[in-house]
């Protein structure tokens, strides 16, 4: 079982940053794929970014288009923690943000489904001020 909370989010200005973090329970987590998710108010949970070790040294990253080049995802294994860096933040982004690991990802390239995601944290709120 794994067990993930997440923190940092806040209230921010437009062009603010903020780096959220999702900390694991669990001695396996750096072999799964975790990805951050976010919901709007009346809006469906939708995908931002993902992370997953490839097996070799690099990381596999995917983002959804509306924060490329926005926010960067990473991985500290030895913290059992996850970031997510966001700058030049928009009043869009203000939802809920929410982390989520897949225990089926070993080496593969990180899925934007949710339905892929095992495990969820409670979210944490972003709210961007215009």
């Known amino acids: 079982q794994v067990q993930l909370v997440e923190s940092g989010g806040g209230l921010v200005q437009a062009g603010g940053s903020l780096r959220l973090s999702c900390t694991a329970s669990g001695r396996i987590f750096n072999r799964y794929a975790v990805g951050w998710f976010r919901q709007a108010p009346g809006k469906e949970r939708e995908f931002v970014a993902a992370i997953n070790w490839s097996g070799g040294s690099v990381n596999y990253v995917n983002y959804a288009d509306s924060v490329k080049g926005r926010f960067t995802i990473s991985r500290d294994n030895a913290k059992n923690t996850v970031y997510l860096q966001m700058n030049s933040l928009k009043p869009e982004d203000t939802a809920v943000y929410y982390c989520?690991?897949?225990?089926?990802?070993?080496?593969?390239?990180?899925?934007?489904?949710?339905?892929?995601?095992?495990?969820w944290g409670q979210g944490t709120q972003v709210t961007v001020s215009s």
């Open positions: 989520a690991a897949d225990a089926n990802s070993r080496g593969k390239y990180p899925s934007a489904s949710r339905s892929d995601y095992d495990y």
